[in-house]
């Protein structure tokens, strides 16, 4: 079966321009998590979608944004490059239901380098 | 609201030593503890987690119990091996106004020597 699918695996953009990242989530899978990992620092919680609709997002300026798909792959898109969204985008992917299936599995990430 | 705190990494090891890698968090209810490990590179892969309080959560010779009376969940084994060496995070995932969100601890970075 396979795991959660990540593109692209690494980019590199110049500042002010757009990015979109895409996650396909694992097969039965319906909740779609974004985190970012910046250099040093730990996981960022970014947006989280469950069954096409976005149910949370952490403290991120809106111009990280994000969808989800009638199937269940989602993009993260990013507006306005900073330097500082550089960093490892992680998406992930959990059955639905309620805390028996609170298991999220992670891609390998995008790596996205901001010049 | 849920947090999870991890010892300060990095923690260096001599191959075949034993290691512990401290978490504690603070929840309401009652929420799974997870392990998970990146190595160099790569994206997180779930190492083992625990459901329940005294369960241990047990993969490649690491084990882990959720302590609820210490609100702990330190992970351990007994003879690391350099293929050891990643950054490993710890995790809760309980529910906060039914929003299923997983929460994860800065991570400690294991160095293990030859």
């Known amino acids: 079966e396979a795991g959660v699918t990540q593109s692209p695996t690494h980019l590199i953009k110049t500042r002010g321009q757009q990015v979109t990242l895409r996650c396909s989530p694992i097969?039965?899978?319906?909740?779609v998590y974004w985190y970012q990992q910046a250099l040093g620092l730990g996981l960022q919680f970014l947006l989280w979608?469950?069954?096409?609709?976005?149910?949370n997002r952490g403290n991120f300026p809106p111009r990280f944004s994000g969808r989800q798909f009638p199937n269940y792959s989602s993009e993260l898109n990013v507006n306005a490059l900073e330097l500082e969204d550089s960093a490892l985008y992680l998406c992930?992917?959990?059955?639905?239901?309620?805390?028996?299936?609170?298991?999220?599995?992670f891609g390998e990430g995008s790596w996205l380098t901001v010049v | 609201g849920d947090s999870v705190t991890q010892m300060e990494g990095p923690v260096t090891l001599s191959e075949e030593a034993f290691l512990t890698i401290n978490c504690t968090y603070t929840?309401?209810?009652?929420?799974?503890l997870f392990w998970y490990v990146q190595y160099p590179g790569e994206g997180l892969q779930l190492l083992l987690k625990a459901t329940k309080a005294d369960d241990k959560g047990s993969n490649k010779g690491f084990e882990a119990t959720y302590r609820k009376e210490t609100t702990s969940f330190h992970l351990e084994k007994g003879s690391v091996q350099v293929s050891d060496s990643a950054v490993y995070f710890c995790?809760?995932?309980?529910?906060?106004?039914?929003?299923?969100?997983?929460?994860f601890g800065r991570g400690t970075s294991l160095i293990v020597h030859p």
């Open positions: 097969s039965g899978h319906t909740s």
């Open positions: 929840a309401t209810g009652y929420p799974s």
């Open positions: 995790a809760l995932s309980g529910t906060t106004g039914g929003s299923y969100i997983p929460t």
């Open positions: 979608y469950d069954e096409g609709e976005e149910r």
């Open positions: 992930a992917s959990r059955l639905p239901g309620g805390p028996g299936t609170d298991t999220i599995y």
